[in-house]
């Protein structure tokens, strides 16, 4: 395996989007790569990534504008 082919442990596999939904409403969820966050337009709200794990907690988010 090349450097290109291996991820990094900090990004987030995008896979994941399939089966992650937003814990407050159900909808389903953006991947916002230059801010490292989930985004749930539902309940705009946007949910950090922390080293490559998506924190789905409500008390984590932060509201979007």
Do not use: V, W
Request: aromatic fraction near 4%.
């Amino acid at each position: 395996m090349t450097d290109t082919q291996t991820p990094r442990t900090t990004d987030f596999d995008r896979r994941m989007l399939e089966a992650l939904i937003c814990p407050k409403t159900g909808a389903r969820l953006d991947y916002d790569a230059d801010k490292h966050e989930l985004i749930s337009k539902a309940a705009h709200l946007a949910f950090p990534i922390r080293n490559g794990i998506p924190i789905m907690l409500l008390d984590e988010a932060r509201p979007l504008d």
